[in-house]
Each structure stands twice: as structure tokens, then as C-alpha cells.
């Protein structure tokens, strides 16, 4: 409307000016749309018309219970977690369910990432490795529990329990 009205000014002679200054403001104007789309952290907030994700595929609760029960139990019995090289089709076959609705099980209804989820039950069984086994190496405990590197392991044990693995060792065990 600007544009138009700056157009109107300049044929009319009501303003002096030339058509340039239109098109500079135009163009203006763009370059800042442009660049605040181009920058905003989350891109589903670009659109109010952005869609869920599982819309079509939700389940319903028995059958999310059962999953989740089947879960629970082939993480605690088969401790899969201290394979290394797990994968969501791996955990996936495992329950007997397809990949793409473990992980929207793990999203929607435990409302976390196949990632974390997979790293949870491994720091607590490198807690319980930390307190009972006191002659393994921080490292030793990294790859019992399924961690490739040591810097995955500290992160992750430090984001969880908000301490190093030896620190959560020294404080836990009174006769260290």
C-alpha cells in the first residue's frame, strides 16, 4: 500500500521525488522480512497453519501402555542401553513395533529423544557401577554402560546429575 501511495505521490507531483525512492523502500522492506525469517530460531513458529507432527497416527492408551510396558521391560531385562551402536530400529524390533512409532512413543508420550532416553538408563547403571565397583576406572564405566566416548559419557552424566562421574563417585561413597 506504501509502495503504491509512493508511486501515486511521485506521478501526481506531490511530492518531489523520483520513482527510486519506491523501489529502495520496497526493497528495504523485503531484505527485512527476508532476514527475520531467515533467522528465527524455530521455523515451525513461521506459519500458525504449522501441523503436529503424529496428528494422523495417535494410539490409544491401552496400546501405549502395553508399548511402554514392553519398553520398560526389554531396557531393564536386556539392558539393550549397554549396546554401543543401538539404534531406534534396533530398539524398535526389539518391542515388535516399527522405528518411526517408538520414536513417537518416546516424543509424545515420555516427552523425550531417543537419545536421552537411551542415555538415562545408562548413567543410572553407571551410578550403580560408580557406587558398587569402586576399582573400575570412570572410563571402564563409560563403556559398560554403552558409551563410545568419554566426552559423550561426561557430558551427558554431567547434564543428568549435574557432577563429574568421579565427583558423584567421591561424594556417594563414604569410604573413598
Not at 522480512?33 to 528465527?40: A, I, M, N, P, S
Not at 496400546?63 to 520398560?72: G, M, P, W
Not at 529423544?113 to 542415555?119: G, K
Not at 560408580?130 to 563403556?143: G, I
Request: charged content about 20%; proline content about 2%; some cysteine.
Amino acid at each position: 500500500m506504501i509502495l503504491f501511495v509512493s508511486y501515486v505521490w511521485a506521478i501526481l507531483n506531490i511530492t518531489k521525488g523520483s520513482y527510486i525512492g519506491a523501489a529502495v523502500f520496497f526493497s528495504s522492506i523485503l531484505y527485512l522480512v527476508v532476514f527475520t525469517l531467515l533467522y528465527r530460531k524455530k521455523t515451525n513458529d513461521l506459519s500458525t497453519f504449522s501441523v503436529q507432527k503424529y496428528t494422523d497416527k495417535k494410539l490409544d492408551d491401552e496400546e501405549l501402555k502395553q508399548i511402554i510396558s514392553k519398553l520398560t521391560k526389554v531396557m531393564t531385562e536386556q539392558e539393550l542401553f549397554k549396546n554401543p551402536n543401538l539404534k531406534v530400529s534396533d530398539l524398535a524390533k526389539a518391542i515388535n513395533i516399527s522405528g518411526h512409532q517408538l520414536s513417537q512413543i518416546l516424543n509424545e508420550s515420555i516427552d523425550k529423544n531417543f537419545t536421552l532416553f537411551i542415555n538415562e538408563y545408562r548413567i543410572n547403571e553407571a551410578c550403580k557401577l560408580l557406587l558398587s565397583k569402586t576399582n573400575l576406572t570412570v572410563e571402564a564405566v563409560a563403556d559398560e554402560v554403552g558409551f563410545n566416548a568419554k566426552s559423550t559419557f561426561f557430558a551427558a552424566f554431567k547434564k543428568m546429575k549435574g557432577s563429574t562421574p568421579s565427583v558423584y563417585q567421591q561424594l556417594n561413597t563414604p569410604d573413598l
